[in-house]
């Protein structure tokens, strides 16, 4: 079962410049969310979706944008790049049910210089 | 708002000794309350949970207790192993929001010596 896919693994970046981190999950669900883990501080809320064609932000939302144009992807772009975004992005997805855990990716670790 | 306070790490036990990492909550809500697990190189594995007052979640040997009047769940084994060296967050969803945000406390990092 493939569950929560992300990619890249891993991304070096220059300052300034863009890309987009992908998610793809084939369990149809509904509910789909992007995190960032930093050292010491547990992992923030990006963007979340609750179905496609609905996004939202969460904590720390700015520098980035997302879209849900289907329920299987939910892709993570960073418009330009700074060193404060070296971090490692978590991609999640749950069942639109208020106790259904959510499923992670194996995250992409990205490095800004 | 919502927050989870985690015990501070690193934890380092040896195999077969008893451990407890403490974990408690502010929420406004009702929240439901988790335990995910972060082996190195890979992602977030949810552990146990447990959706209301004194409920037990349970899982390898793991086990956490929802303690509404302390506002705790403190997640507790009795005889760890080395493959249980992991990073472990606690984390609660509000069933009030609007979105099933988890709200993740820091993370404790166990290092459990043979």
């Known amino acids: 079962n493939a569950g929560v896919t992300q990619t890249p693994k891993f991304q070096v970046l220059k300052t300034g410049q863009s890309m987009t981190l992908q998610c793809a999950q084939d369990?149809?669900?509904?509910?789909m969310s992007w995190y960032r883990q930093d050292p010491g501080m547990g992992l923030r809320l990006i963007h979340y979706?609750?179905?496609?064609?609905?996004?939202d932000q969460g904590e720390v939302p700015n520098g980035y944008n997302v879209s849900r144009s289907t329920t299987e992807d939910f892709p993570l772009r960073l418009l330009s790049a700074a060193p404060s975004q070296t971090s490692v992005y978590f991609c999640?997805?749950?069942?639109?049910?208020?106790?259904?855990?959510?499923?992670f990716g194996d995250g992409t670790r990205l490095s800004i210089l | 708002g919502n927050s989870v306070t985690q015990m501070e790490g690193p934890v380092t036990l040896s195999e077969e000794a008893f451990l407890t990492i403490n974990c408690t909550y502010t929420?406004?809500?009702?929240?439901?309350l988790f335990w995910y697990v972060q082996y190195p190189g890979e992602g977030l594995q949810l552990l146990l949970k447990?959706?209301?007052?004194?409920d037990k979640g349970s899982n390898k040997g793991f086990e956490a207790t929802y303690r509404k009047e302390t506002t705790s769940f403190h997640l507790e084994k009795g005889s760890v192993q080395v493959s249980d060296s992991a990073v472990y967050f606690c984390?609660?969803?509000?069933?009030?929001?609007?979105?099933?945000?988890?709200?993740f406390g820091s993370g404790t990092q166990l290092t459990v010596l043979p």
């Open positions: 984390a609660l969803s509000d069933l009030r929001a609007s979105a099933r945000q988890l709200t």
């Open positions: 979706s609750v179905g496609a064609g609905i996004t």
């Open positions: 447990a959706t209301k007052a004194d």
């Open positions: 999640a997805s749950s069942r639109d049910t208020s106790n259904q855990p959510q499923h």
């Open positions: 369990m149809n669900h509904e509910y």
């Open positions: 929420a406004t809500g009702y929240p439901s």
